[in-house]
T-cell receptor, first 117, second 115 residues
Framework: GAVVSQHPSWVICKSGTSVKIECRSL??????MFWYRQFPKQSLMLMAT?????????EQGVEKDKFLINHASLTLSTLTVTSAHPEDSSFYIC?????????????FGPGTRLLVL | QKEVEQDPGPLSVPEGAIVSLNCTYS??????FMWYRQYSRKGPELLMY????GNKEDGRFTAQVDKSSKYISLFIRDSQPSDSATYLC???????????????FGQGTILTVHP
């Protein structure tokens, strides 16, 4: 149980284009999903917290107009990197927290590697 | 000072060794403690989850939390080459606190178990 999927697993795009990444909880409902980015040999950096049916909460320093987050259902959240530039190249990982149960653990997706040329 | 400190290693041990991984933290509001394992180019995988102080065992893994010392540990017995990965500690606060729901991660410890 507690499986989270991400699509695509990797993407290469030209500078200036937009890229959408999907995050799905496959076998549980997730009221809250989180988006992280991770640079090589570094820990995860939280970008935003996404709650189903409401606006995402962004961490300090993260541009909400550049990283659009939509959490349309209890099993799906999307991250759109708008007008991507080479500095946006990174490993993007989503996580989901189950709506029910005592756990506060987050279950992570496999990640999406973005390369902007 | 970071809220969570974790020695990044790298740590190299022979197969069969007992591995000890540790994190210290400064925020006394943390109540939920987790250990994740991350293989290269993959998302983190939840290994252990504990609430408040105490020990928890799951197979070859044992997690310990000492809230009085703000110190958590993960022990891996009979380590295997397949345990080679980065191990991340993570923590979260209780309901009503500013850290509730969010995870604060350690830097991660790179572990290599060689045959």
């Amino acid at each position: 149980g507690a499986v989270v999927s991400q699509h695509p697993s990797w993407v290469i795009c030209k500078s200036g284009t937009s890229v959408k990444i999907e995050c799905r909880s496959l076998d549980f409902q997730a009221t809250t999903m989180f988006w992280y980015r991770q640079f090589p040999k570094q820990s995860l950096m939280l970008m935003a917290t996404s709650n189903e049916g409401s606006k995402a909460t962004y961490e300090q320093g993260v541009e909400k107009d550049k990283f659009l987050i939509n959490h349309a259902s209890l099993t799906l959240s999307t991250l759109t990197v708008t007008s991507a530039h080479p500095e946006d190249s990174s490993f993007y990982i989503c996580s989901a927290r189950a709506s029910r149960g005592p756990t506060r653990a987050q279950y992570f997706g496999p990640g999406t590697r973005l390369l902007v040329l | 000072q970071k809220e969570v400190e974790q020695d990044p290693g790298p740590l190299s041990v022979p197969e069969g060794a007992i591995v000890s991984l540790n994190c210290t933290y400064s925020n006394s509001a943390f109540q939920y403690f987790m250990w994740y394992r991350q293989y290269s180019r993959k998302g983190p995988e939840l290994l252990m989850y504990t609430y408040s102080s105490g020990n928890k065992e799951d197979g070859r893994f044992t997690a310990q939390v000492d809230k009085s010392s703000k110190y958590i540990s993960l022990f891996i017995r009979d380590s295997q080459p397949s345990d080679s990965a980065t191990y991340l500690c993570a923590m979260s606060g209780g309901a009503g606190g500013t850290s509730y729901g969010k995870l604060t991660f350690g830097q991660g410890t790179i572990l290599t178990v060689h045959p």
